[in-house]
């Protein structure tokens, strides 16, 4: 045997693996577990910096209100330095 | 992949269980990258399911005009792979078994010490150049694929690759051959 056909025996041989019957099952029930716990902290500071972190919208949204709220407080401001 | 994309649709309109179809399809390669990367396997198949995981986690950040899911979900993988690599002890090279005599490699025994020799030197390889390698050869991935995944230009994907197959051909020809 031609060490070329070694090389690609072994490389066959990397290739060929199995993976546990159970391994499918183990995710889904993980992935079940968190939206499991998502609706019961869906309130809480880390699901909610998830959801910002995921979605784009939301990430425009928080962009905006903090901009909003910042301006009306600006707004605010100046008018009680006038007043 | 058209059939791919109205899964990931079904799954972020909640239908959870479509994400099993993504689990058949992607497992074993996911399994086998992170084992051939982190060369751990008692652990590559936890690793794998934090993989699954964080992907169905992130679904909604998946872009597919930015790359194809296998790429996403590789990228992942690479990530996942390098904690856990950092975690672990690195082999060096002066690790690697003693050199033998160059031999005939004829028989099971012959063959079996290549196999090892291969192996310990892939894994022995900077980390850079064993997952560009893993992801080259035995994932079939294309260099453009495997240079999204790694962050960097294509001719550096072609230089690891290369410089990997050439410490296996060195291995291989400290053993007696000389074709890679």
Redesign the interface.
């Known amino acids: 045997m031609k060490t070329e056909e070694i090389y690609n025996t072994w490389k066959e041989q990397k290739k060929q693996i199995e993976v546990s019957k159970s391994f499918s099952g183990k995710v889904m029930n993980r992935i079940y577990q968190y939206e499991r716990n998502k609706c019961k902290s869906l309130f809480n500071a880390q699901s909610l910096i998830e959801l910002m972190s995921a979605h784009t919208l939301a990430k425009a949204g928080l962009i905006l209100t903090g901009g909003v709220v910042g301006f009306i407080r600006v707004v605010f401001v100046v008018t009680m330095v006038l007043e | 992949m058209t059939h791919e994309t109205e899964i990931i649709r079904q799954v972020l309109e909640g239908d959870?269980?479509s994400?099993?179809l993504l689990?058949?399809r992607y497992?074993?390669p996911v399994?086998?990258m992170i084992?051939?990367i982190t060369y751990d396997k008692e652990s590559c198949?936890d690793i794998?399911?934090d993989v699954?995981?964080a992907a169905?986690?992130?679904l909604?950040?998946f872009d597919r005009a930015r790359s194809s899911f296998s790429t996403w979900l590789f990228t992942i993988a690479r990530n996942k792979s390098i904690n856990a690599l950092k975690k672990k002890r690195p082999l060096s090279m002066s690790e690697l078994p003693e050199k033998s005599n160059p031999h005939n490699?004829?028989d099971d025994m012959a063959?079996r010490e290549?196999?090892d020799q291969?192996?310990k030197t892939l894994e022995a390889l900077p980390s850079r150049q064993r997952r560009a390698f893993v992801l080259a050869?035995?994932e079939k991935l294309s260099y453009a694929e495997i240079a999204q995944i790694e962050g960097v230009r294509l001719g550096t994907i072609k230089s690891r690759i290369n410089r990997a197959k050439k410490k296996?051909r060195t291995a291989?020809e400290e053993?007696?051959?000389?074709?890679?």
Do not use: T
């Open positions: 959870i269980e994400f099993r689990l058949a497992e074993k399994v086998r084992r051939n198949e794998a399911q699954f995981l169905y986690k992130k909604a950040s490699p004829s063959k290549f196999y291969l192996d050869e035995f296996l291989l053993f007696g051959g000389d074709v890679v």
